[in-house]
Antibody, heavy 121, light 108 residues
């Protein structure tokens, strides 16, 4: 079973860019896989942020379209998330997960353990 | 955006009994609905997809049903490890996936 592990800073200042990495192990990062980022906060609950295909094609939640960038590095077996111009409302636990493409693969399985990111000065 | 409303917010049930959780969509999602189980300090774990297909690792006492706008998750003969928060998620509206707010299943 593929395993996912998020990493990155736990504290980001307002207006700066949040950058996280998801390392993929015990499975292929390619082979038709899609990789998603999802966040969870007390105020907004669970929110799908976007999905990246192993080729680099990206799909974003329209609500974040102008601020989010996802990428995949197959040589490093990593998926990355960049979210710019963050505010306190971006504070959340961020998860990476496999899946999240149209209706054909719209669910998420498995998930990483998550990383808590706080936006504060 | 499709809004998913889960009810009840909290459900208190005794071990050995059954529990039925509800997820209602603001518009039809066909059968493009998943359920997740989340325990404290852990990530959500896929339980059901396509409204009624059980994910590997979950026993047959978990079952999902429904289509369109009304969905249920039923757990028979509740075990101690089943007490958790359950979320539904629709993936019919691409790229606007949404989740419900969750139902906390607690021990009575």
């Amino acid at each position: 079973q593929v395993q996912l592990q998020e990493s990155g800073p736990g504290l980001v200042k307002p207006s700066e860019t949040l950058s996280l990495t998801c390392s993929v192990s015990r499975g292929s990062i390619s082979d038709g896989n899609y990789w998603a980022w999802i966040r969870q906060s007390p105020g907004k609950g669970l929110e799908w942020l976007g999905t990246v295909y192993h080729t680099g094609t990206t799909y974003y939640n329209p609500s974040l379209q102008t601020r989010i960038t996802l990428a995949v590095d197959t040589s490093k077996r990593q998926v990355s998330l960049r979210l710019k111009s963050v505010t306190a409302s971006d504070s959340a636990v961020y998860y990476c997960a496999r899946g999240g493409f149209h209706t054909s693969w719209g669910w998420f399985d498995p998930w990483g353990q998550g990383i808590l990111v706080t936006v504060a000065s | 955006e499709i809004v998913l409303t889960q009810s009840p917010a909290t459900l208190s049930v005794s071990p050995g009994e059954s529990a039925t959780l509800s997820c209602r969509a603001s518009q039809s999602v066909n059968t493009n609905l998943a359920w997740y189980q989340q325990k404290p300090g852990q990530a959500p774990r896929l339980l059901i997809f396509s409204a009624s297909t059980r994910a590997p690792g979950f026993p047959a006492r978990f079952s999902g049903g429904g289509s369109g706008t009304e969905f249920t998750l039923t757990i028979r003969s509740l075990q101690s490890e089943d007490f958790a928060v359950y979320y539904c998620q629709q993936y019919n509206d691409w790229p606007r996936y949404t989740f419900g707010q969750g139902t906390k299943l607690e021990i009575k």
